[in-house]
């Protein structure tokens, strides 16, 4: 990175580069898991000025169309409306358009990039909540079509690209919720099946491409089960497995080679969070789902290099959390390793892969809880750094990779939550000057990028969250 020699010193400083005695080696230098192709330009990321909106972190809080990233902000004059960012405060961070003209809100959520177009759902005060798209101009954003006729809305969701189109959820008078299509044009928006036939709903949801090229997704079926959904992107979906609706399949379906995984059962913890029991279910490429194992605990799934990545608890007695791997047969589903020994578990969370590699974090009950690497096996399962020195924690969460850097907020010292970001190499993983001076926290999260910008909200000194930006570009294409 292109920080790398210049802040290693102060690095050092700020977080202990040593191997842990007694643990596995931190990554060096020598073993990154990838080459990287793109550098940061600076540590400090600049105020956009503007609060984008963050419904809930299910829903993604803004997308990159062709000209910069596209978000909601209530600026306290127009409502919620959407706005579009070059990276640049001032002009370059700008209302895209005024949907509901003065100081009613469009609520524009759902933010998902397709081809050269974002889209959104918004609020019309005609046509009610419906399908809108944009270019990133004021001219190339309106609404796609009013698929509910009149003010009602059809109230689309659960937006997904998937072969250059949009599907979604949305409601029709004759149809209920269903699973629809779009191109970006009226004409091109339409009903994909009538799968729950008549006026009930279906509701589809989890959107997801499998490595086998096909969309799958859930959806209810007279409101008594829950079906898993195999779909080549038009009418004739196959139903691939079904479970009773208390039962469900809680997020995600996660696709690794041809194979996609699944929990069924319980409450299956997403964004760092732990969920209860649950069966861990494959289907080889829509082939009849094998059980791998029953779990007391389960966590977060990644597929790593081929293979599935999760967190999980053997027994419901138990609260072992520790990282479990699987090649898709019940012999080849293990333990990687037992990073905390005894029955308390090092709970891993907040998955993100870079590479062949998995970050977490994890606590292995001498040094806190760090960010971890691995490739999925024990040999490779360690320590990336102790950024807070000894049994203390920097609490490392929201890991997220753009491109091939690796951006995710930790504590140190006497720094609140702050970001940081590097390439997998801990020598060159270096936190960002800080937003919140001081013992205060930042609290980053959100990072996505547009162009060459890295966009991440975080709080200010005065606890106001804003939207910031962070210049990257491929190596060598820095500024001097």
């Excluded at 972190?57 to 070059?86: I, K, Q």
């Excluded at 961070?93 to 100081?103: C, E, F, I, P, Y």
């Excluded at 696709?255 to 969920?275: A, N, Q």
Aim: proline share 7%; with cysteine; net charge negative.
């Amino acid at each position: 990175m292109r920080y790398r020699r210049r802040f290693l010193g102060m690095v050092c400083l700020l977080a202990s580069c040593s191997s842990a005695p007694g643990s596995s080696e931190p990554v060096g230098e020598a073993e990154s898991p990838l080459v990287s192709n793109w550098e940061a330009c600076s540590r400090t990321a600049v105020s956009l000025g503007v609060t984008a909106v963050e419904e809930t972190p299910y829903l993604p809080p803004m997308a990159a169309s062709p000209v910069g990233m596209v978000f909601s902000v209530d600026d306290g004059v127009r409502g919620r409306e959407p706005w579009v960012s070059n990276g640049v405060p001032g002009a370059g961070t700008r209302l895209l358009k005024d949907l509901v003209v003065g100081s009613g809100s469009s609520d524009p959520r759902w933010f998902t990039r397709v081809g050269t177009q974002v889209f959104f759902a918004a609020t019309d005060p005609v046509a009610g909540r419906e399908l809108f798209a944009t270019d990133g101009t004021a001219d190339g954003t309106r609404r796609v079509k009013d698929i509910w006729p009149g003010a009602v809305g059809s109230f689309p969701t659960e937006l997904f690209a998937f072969k250059g189109l949009l599907y979604f959820t949305a409601g029709d008078p004759m149809h209920g919720r269903e699973l629809w299509r779009s191109d970006g044009t009226s004409a091109g928006t339409f009903m994909v099946e009538d799968l729950e036939v008549g006026i009930e709903d279906s509701s589809p949801s989890q959107l997801t491409q499998g490595g086998d090229g096909a969309l799958y997704f859930l959806r209810s079926a007279l409101s008594t089960f829950t079906l898993l959904m195999r779909s080549e992107g038009g009418p004739g979906a196959v139903e691939v497995f079904r479970t009773p609706s208390d039962q469900g399949i809680p997020s995600p379906l996660t696709p690794v080679g041809r194979k996609l995984y699944f929990v069924e059962g319980g409450v299956h913890g997403g964004g760092g969070s732990h969920g209860g029991s649950g069966t861990l279910m494959v289907t080889d490429a829509g082939a009849t789902p094998v059980m791998l194992g029953q779990f007391g605990m389960m966590g977060e799934l990644a597929g790593v290099d081929g293979k599935l990545l999760f967190s999980a608890s053997p027994h419901m007695a138990i609260e072992d959390m520790e990282l479990w791997r699987s090649d898709g047969t019940p012999a080849g589903t293990t333990r990687v390793e037992d990073i905390r020994p005894g029955p308390e578990g090092s709970y891993p969370e907040h998955f993100a892969v870079l590479g062949n590699q998995l970050f977490f974090a994890a606590n292995d009950g001498v040094y806190g809880v760090e960010p971890w690497d691995s490739d999925g096996t024990e040999q490779r399962t360690r320590l990336f750094g102790d950024l807070e020195a000894g049994a203390g924690s920097s609490f490392p969460s929201e890991l997220t990779t753009l491109e091939d850097l690796l951006f995710f907020g930790a504590s140190i010292r006497n720094r609140g939550a702050e970001p940081w970001v590097g390439d997998g190499v801990r020598i060159s993983t270096v936190s960002l000057t800080e937003i919140a001076p001081g013992p205060l926290s930042s609290n980053p999260r959100s990072f996505t990028r547009s162009q060459d910008h890295a966009f991440f909200t975080a709080e200010d000194n005065s606890g106001v969250r804003r939207l910031y930006a962070l210049l990257i570009r491929p190596d060598g294409g820095c500024p001097p």
